[in-house]
């Protein structure tokens, strides 16, 4: 077990003992905390994990002295603080790592992401994801719960619909255009970004190609609120709350925004991948068919 899964364990054991020496079923807490159930379980169970909002208000539903408050936040401080590599993480499972971005979404009013080599999750199709799971599950050599990863995942885009959170989204027109997935797949994923782009709280931007790029386009990062930034590289999964990181990468947040195209500039860039994609399959089915009837005259010519 990882380092980071062990820490996870031990301060579920320990929530889970607190609760029940306060004579609370995971119901009855569930209740006090306005949670659903099933986060009680999951947190208790390791599968979640738990952050120092989570652990404060627990505290203070089932009456924990001072000392145990404090350590409960060190715990959870430390455990988020825990810079794990992906691989071990992993370990946990797909739908698990989906439940704590989920949770982490939760808490969040104001999202800004940008992604450089593939669709943003919030935005993904199920059968996309499907394709995008399976490439992770067979880097990371993870559990085989794919179909439970993409229910959460699909679960995390109703916070979309919420009209009191805010959601700013920025990809390079060539996250639209890598094959990740069959090109059913991809242009039905690309008609779902255009729904997308006419909800009244979300703001999605694309840079082109032609756009001059105001750095490298090398890690996806996510800022929630102005408090917290999720950052993704091979190994590494990171969360930086440092105000200077967090000034760091809204600035560079802003920069892709100057030079990326938005509503009905952004909906074209994708109308226009779509009709390529789309005569490029033609294409290769018409010079297909041309060989093929080339060959069969060859073949019934008498020289």
């Given at each position: 077990m990882s380092g980071f899964q062990q820490a996870r364990v031990d301060l579920g054991v320990h929530l889970r003992q607190l609760r029940e020496a306060a004579h609370l079923s995971g119901k009855d807490l569930a209740e006090r905390l306005g949670w659903q159930p099933s986060k009680v379980s999951r947190i208790e169970n390791a599968r979640q994990t738990a952050t120092e909002d989570d652990v404060v208000v627990w505290a203070?539903?089932?009456?924990?002295?001072?000392?145990?408050f404090d350590?409960?936040?060190?715990?959870?401080?430390g455990l988020q603080a825990h810079q794990d590599t992906w691989r071990q993480r992993h370990k946990s499972g797909l739908a698990a790592l989906q439940e704590d971005v989920k949770d982490l979404e939760s808490r969040t009013r104001l999202l800004r992401a940008f992604e450089p080599g593939l669709?943003?999750?919030?935005?993904?199709?199920?059968?996309?994801?499907?394709?995008?799971?399976s490439k992770v599950r067979r880097l990371y050599e993870t559990t085989d719960d794919v179909d439970a990863a993409i229910r959460v995942r699909m679960q995390r885009q109703e916070i979309l619909y919420d009209p009191g959170r805010r959601f700013r989204f920025v990809m390079p027109e060539s996250a639209l255009r890598?094959?990740?997935?069959?090109?059913?797949?991809?242009?039905?994923?690309?008609?779902?970004?255009?729904?997308?782009?006419?909800l009244p709280n979300v703001e999605f931007g694309i840079i082109p190609f032609e756009a001059p790029l105001p750095s490298a386009l090398v890690n996806s990062f996510y800022i929630y609120n102005d408090s917290t930034v999720g950052v993704a590289t091979r190994t590494k999964d990171l969360l930086l709350r440092d105000p200077d990181?967090?000034?760091?990468y809204a600035q560079a947040f802003e920069e892709l925004c100057e030079v990326a195209s938005f509503h009905e500039a952004a909906r074209a860039v994708i109308v226009g991948v779509i009709d390529e994609g789309l005569g490029q399959h033609r294409e290769h089915a018409r010079d297909h068919a041309r060989d093929h009837s080339r060959e069969r005259i060859r073949e019934q010519s008498p020289g």
């Open positions: 203070q539903a089932v009456q924990a002295g001072p000392e145990t350590g409960l936040i060190e715990q959870a401080v669709v943003i999750g919030l935005l993904q199709t199920a059968e996309y994801a499907r394709h995008i799971f890598y094959r990740l997935a069959p090109l059913d797949v991809m242009r039905g994923q690309l008609d779902r970004l255009l729904a997308v782009t006419t990181d967090v000034a760091f």
